[in-house]
């Protein structure tokens, strides 16, 4: 058990709605990763918080947008959803706020699917 | 664009073989290089990772070799066992000005059989 919990761990809706991915960090973490795995991409850096700051973004598109909280729990938002955005939604925290310096602690993940 | 290519996308080895993946990177400035280890239903995990300061770095059974003038590096996973059946994700990124994001590899599906 890494210790990050993502919630909820399945969810199927379908094109054109919104979903809110939620993530708790281990504790004693103030940066949080989300990241997006599918079959032809494969790992996806979407975007990073550091203690409720956006430090870091990647690939994520305009319809999906995040934010930290003060408990420094996490919410990835995807809004206006279409078929290809179906795929494993990653969190992952670290204590610091460098990825590449740090452990990364991932979770389990939630398994999206646009119908 | 694809900056970290790993191959082969699946790999079928014989219990007590050895087990090879390898990455390739494009950007020069990549100056960190984790593998992860991923089950079914779990999340990846850190496995071993390398500077390319030095040409090797060996945990247990797991080691890393670096050439750094070809730009490629691979994992070795020795006297394989079933228990290593799972995705191996190859990634890069770069520390030195403070780098947050990981570059992933597509990952390799290892299947060590009795």
């Not at chain 2, 247990?60 to 059946?85: C, E, V, W, Y």
């Not at chain 2, 799972?86 to 030195?96: K, S």
């Amino acid at each position: 058990d890494s210790g990050v919990t993502q919630t909820p761990k399945h969810l199927i809706t379908a094109t054109g709605q919104r979903v809110t991915l939620r993530c708790s960090p281990r504790s004693g973490d103030l940066s949080v990763y989300w990241y997006q795995q599918s079959l032809d991409q494969g790992l996806q850096f979407l975007i990073q918080y550091y203690n409720g700051e956006e430090r870091a973004k990647g690939n994520i598109l305009e319809r999906f947008s995040a934010q930290q909280f003060p408990d420094l729990h996490s919410e990835l938002n995807l809004s206006s959803l279409e078929l290809g955005d179906s795929a494993l939604y990653f969190c992952a925290s670290s204590e610091g706020d460098r990825a590449s310096a740090e452990k990364l602690f991932f979770g389990s993940g939630t398994q999206l699917s646009v119908l | 664009q694809q900056q970290v290519k790993q191959s082969p996308q699946s790999l079928i080895v014989q219990k007590g073989g050895i087990s090879i993946i390898n990455c390739a990177y494009e950007n020069t400035a990549f100056d960190y290089f984790p593998w992860y280890q991923q089950f079914p239903g779990k999340g990846p995990a850190l496995l071993i990772a390398i500077r390319p300061d030095v040409s090797e770095k060996k945990e247990g059974r797991f080691t890393i070799s670096f050439n750094k003038s070809a730009k490629q590096f691979s994992l070795h996973i020795m006297d394989s066992q079933p228990g290593d059946s799972a995705t191996y994700f190859c990634a890069a990124t770069r520390v030195t000005g403070g780098g947050n994001k990981l570059t992933f590899g597509t990952g390799t599906q290892l299947k060590v059989e009795l």
